[in-house]
Nanobody, 125 residues
């Protein structure tokens, strides 16, 4: 079993920044961030595999950066230039399987076995 505790959400104005964190109870090879806005399907935002290779949804490229501290078993998402359309509940997800990882960005995370409780991000215009 893996427990995930995500944090760092909040309310910011458009153009602002936030850094999300996800503390895992142990190392997991594949980790990522998903988000779900009211009335919308959950979507993958960014994934990082055990080698540090990453994948981002097009809307996040150039603005968000996913990173992982393997010593602390902690995942991060640095979000810059936030837009109102980034408003959503953000969830950390993890899988002990190392492959496939980045290829699962478009799967809505259905096959990730471990999830955080979510942290709300609200961006006002």
């Amino acid at each position: 079993q893996v427990q995930l505790m995500d944090s760092g959400g909040g309310s910011v104005q458009a153009g602002g920044s936030l850094r999300l964190s996800c503390a895992a109870s142990r190392y997991t090879a594949c980790m990522g961030w998903f988000r779900q806005a009211p009335g919308k399907q959950r979507e993958g935002v960014a994934l990082i595999d055990g080698y540090g290779f990453t994948n981002y949804v097009d809307s996040a490229k150039g603005r968000f950066t996913i990173s992982k501290d393997n010593v602390k078993s902690t995942l991060y998402l640095q979000m810059n230039s936030l837009k109102p359309e980034d408003t959503a509940m953000y969830y950390c997800a993890a899988d002990v399987r190392s492959y496939p990882c980045r290829q699962r960005l478009g799967t809505q995370g259905a096959d990730f076995p471990y999830w955080g409780q979510g942290t709300q991000v609200t961006v006002s215009s």
